[in-house]
């Protein structure tokens, strides 16, 4: 039996009710939400407009997976946990060198796997900053040590770097990566950080499950004991598990969460879309797009993301090397090439069902914005 769940969004005083046993919105208002802070910048370049209607245009983000292999098994991870990439070139230095440097904020390294299993990690960051590119580099901190940073010292030339923490002790950690160790060498690692003269900005990010709304105050322990931080970011798990009741749990415990920083800590928190909105009692998920809403042409124009293979793709959970069924959504490869010559062939791919498995959730917001603005 299906279970009929109501959702609303609200915008200038209107209700925008949808009744369905699929939780997804299908009408909203994106200037009155958070998530405008996100499209204005991508409209104002027009690559938006570029992607709507389905012409070239060079990508305004490009985000650099150069990860090998990774020693978590997150539950919910989605990629192959098998799969180790060897003997890969660097394709990404390439890709640095071929871009204009117009956009100074253009790369990031992130993954995919974990960035810092590549073997050109310091190559790419010394690029970067040669570049002057003002890039962030997303880890899980493992390999986050001194012997990495003193092989790979590029890697504090970088903006910042932002820690994935997946638990805040080590029955979560584990429970959640199955790694035995990763708790402790993680907390270890960003304690040692934390005292050397040439580090750079240190962003903590924490995805809060559901199982875990009770323990949110413990981010703020483990930033006092790691010695500082320089921002949190808190997420909802982009799978959208919450249910109604755990929305309202959500609620009040990010509201006292939000009232005690603000008392007690001086530090920027950053809630993202799904939390600021849960905060204001909405009770709406992350927006999402089923494979009717995608296009053939898919959103290259706004982001790609490059695997280790060199491979070019739109939907950033396909950039996860050796997942299973991503080369369908491949759109060209830079080896002896560029994004420009292999992204200009506007490689066209029928949606099917499973497609809305391979997008994260920018990929959902935009792909939601571009099927509301094509008619
Ligand atoms: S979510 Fe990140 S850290 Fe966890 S298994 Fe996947 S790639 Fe590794």
Redesign the pocket.
């Known amino acids: 039996m299906s279970i009929y769940l109501i959702y609303y969004y609200y915008s200038n005083s209107q209700y925008f009710v949808n009744t369905s046993n699929i939780p997804i919105i299908t009408s909203m208002q994106f200037k009155d939400t958070p998530y405008w802070s996100t499209l204005q910048p991508i409209i104002a370049s027009g690559a938006m407009e570029a992607a709507i209607n389905g012409n070239y245009h060079y990508p305004y983000r490009i985000n650099l997976y150069p990860?090998t292999s990774?020693?978590?098994?997150?539950h919910?991870?989605?990629?192959n946990?098998d799969f180790v990439v060897r003997d890969s070139d660097n394709v990404f230095s390439q890709v640095i060198e071929q871009d204009d440097g117009s956009d100074k904020h253009r790369f990031g390294v992130t993954?995919?796997?974990?960035p810092l299993t590549s073997p050109y990690i310091g190559k790419i960051c010394k690029d970067l900053h040669d570049g002057g590119y003002v890039s962030r580099l997303v880890t899980?901190g493992?390999l986050l040590n001194d012997k990495m940073l003193r092989k790979n010292p590029y890697i504090n030339s970088l903006d910042n770097i932002r820690v994935?923490l997946?638990g805040m002790d080590h029955k979560e950690t584990v429970a959640?990566?199955k790694h035995a160790k990763g708790y402790e060498v993680v907390k270890q690692n960003l304690t040692n950080y934390n005292k050397r003269k040439d580090r750079t900005l240190l962003y903590l990010n924490y995805v809060l499950l559901s199982e875990n709304i009770g323990k949110l105050n413990t981010i703020l322990e483990y930033m006092i004991d790691i010695g500082g931080a320089d921002s949190i970011s808190l997420r909802e798990d982009h799978s959208f598990r919450y249910n109604v009741d755990d929305r309202n749990k959500l609620q009040d415990a990010l509201l006292k969460f939000d009232e005690k920083v603000k008392k007690y800590y001086r530090i920027k928190v950053d809630y993202g879309y799904g939390l600021q909105n849960a905060m204001n009692g909405l009770d709406v998920p992350l927006v999402q797009v089923t494979h009717k809403e995608l296009n053939y042409t898919q959103a290259p124009q706004i982001k790609v993301c490059l695997d280790p293979h060199g491979d070019i793709f739109s939907y950033m959970d396909a950039g996860?090397v050796g997942r299973h069924g991503v080369k369908r959504y491949c759109l060209g490869n830079v080896t002896n090439s560029s994004l420009e010559e292999q992204l200009k062939k506007m490689r066209k791919i029928k949606p099917q069902k499973q497609d809305p498995a391979y997008l994260d959730a920018y990929n959902h917001l935009i792909q939601k914005y571009i099927h509301l603005n094509s008619k």
């Open positions: 990860g990774c020693m978590f098994s997150c919910f991870c989605n990629r946990y993954g995919g796997l974990e899980n493992f994935s997946y959640t990566t996860f």
